[in-house]
């Protein structure tokens, strides 16, 4: 691991043990976590096309090693503008489609000024899906379908998390996000 790498990995890894564990954000994380299943790649690329191979050498990683459940494409140089990262997204979903791992894998999307469609950018819901640095979370169909099948309501997930974050407030969630960088 490359020394540049050091801190976007420990602010993710912080991001994720206090914010979308600590929070249950996402009900499955620690479990994959306490199974050492997910695998973090730090990527200081800017050029897109480059991110794009990177995005699909993980697809083969996943492809050759079952003991990898998911991983975290972090994003430590580019992307910093929330537009720019989208543009982005939807490149990568095109290349996903276009490389035949649709119902194989599915991207979940992260950055640190992650604003929903329609959603004020001040909205504390918004930190459901902000994160330290720009991130793709490339996720294994199947198991997501083995989850939803064993979790009770999965489609409360996105309300109780909206519900959860606005009773935080804004200057909780802005104060977790950012010790976070602290780790």
């Not at 990683?61 to 990898?68: G, K, M």
């Not at 969630?173 to 960088?181: I, K, R, T, V, Y």
């Amino acid at each position: 691991m490359d020394n540049q790498d050091l801190q976007p990995l420990a602010s993710t890894q912080a991001w994720l043990k206090s914010i979308i564990i600590g929070l249950s954000i996402c009900p499955f994380a620690q479990r994959e976590v306490e199974r050492g299943s997910v695998r973090f790649s730090v990527n200081h690329d800017t050029d897109i096309e480059a991110c794009l191979l990177d995005l699909l050498k993980e697809c083969d990683r996943l492809n050759i090693d079952a003991s990898i459940e998911t991983t975290l494409l972090i994003y430590g140089a580019a992307f910093t503008a929330f537009d720019d990262y989208l543009d982005f997204l939807e490149l990568a979903e095109a290349v996903l489609l276009d490389q035949d791992y649709e119902g194989v894998y599915q991207l979940a999307s992260f950055h640190p000024d992650y604003c929903f469609e329609g959603a004020k950018q001040d909205d504390p819901a918004n930190y459901t899906n902000r994160s330290p640095y720009p991130m793709l979370h490339l996720l294994r169909e199947s198991s997501l379908e083995r989850v939803i099948d064993g979790y009770p309501d999965t489609a409360a997930i996105p309300q109780r998390n909206i519900e959860l974050t606005r009773g935080l407030g804004l200057a909780k969630m802005q104060a977790l996000l950012a010790a976070c960088h602290q780790a």
